[in-house]
């Protein structure tokens, strides 16, 4: 069984996968960038977003060339989407890592470290996109179970009643739960056509 050698550090690695947020990990991912390759500046382009990170002494220029077309190996700009190889997706919608070098080409082995941070950005990315689900819908839960209990004490119902009577306001006023149940704390009553 051959081996894979990693162009980064294992507690790199490790950093990135267990940054507390997709702040420091943007950070952490293009300073693994730079420090892993022969380039001046590094980005992140976030997934369905335009923010673009950028770090290095090019980094700026790299910003600016990065509407262009992906690179090929060879030249001064390499982009490296995030998206699976399956994926129909463009670098765009689905994010790219970008690395720069102001002098001279990038090679094959900055290519190699891209592609190597793209993949642990993919998956860094959506292990923060899901922390950041899960706290919604904790929030969403607790403003929810709030509505009940109010519903419950002023209308003398149960639990399931008085979640079934939100999702009923719900549904008729097509209006998300949360948004009912925020109403309903609000004015401690059943929310108004």
């Known amino acids: ?29 293009l300073a693994a960038l730079l420090d892993a390759s022969s380039a001046t500046g590094a980005a992140v382009v976030l997934p369905r977003a335009t923010e673009v990170a950028v770090a290095g002494e090019s980094g700026a220029d790299l910003r600016a060339l990065l509407p262009a077309p992906g690179s090929a190996v060879g030249s001064r700009v390499v982009v490296v989407a995030l998206h699976d190889d399956d994926a129909a997706s463009t670098s765009g919608s689905a994010g ?32 923060w996109a899901a ?7 904790l929030a969403s839960r607790s403003v929810i179970g709030q509505a009940q209990g109010i519903l419950m004490e002023r209308f003398s119902l149960d639990a ?31 929310p108004t056509a």
């Open 1 to 29: 069984m051959q081996q894979h050698g990693s162009a980064l550090p294992a507690r790199v690695v490790a950093a990135i996968h267990s940054a507390p947020s997709r702040a420091v990990g943007v950070d952490l991912l």
């Open 96 to 127: 790219a890592v970008a690395l720069h070098r102001s002098t001279g080409p990038l090679d094959a082995a900055d290519r190699a470290v891209a592609e190597e941070v793209a993949v642990h950005a993919r998956i860094a990315l959506a292990a």
């Open 131 to 137: 922390a950041d689900d899960l706290a919604r819908g």
């Open 160 to 190: 399931d009643r008085a979640f079934q009577v939100l999702r009923r306001y719900s549904q008729d006023g097509n209006v998300k739960l949360v948004e009912v149940a925020r109403r309903v704390i609000e004015t401690g009553a059943l």
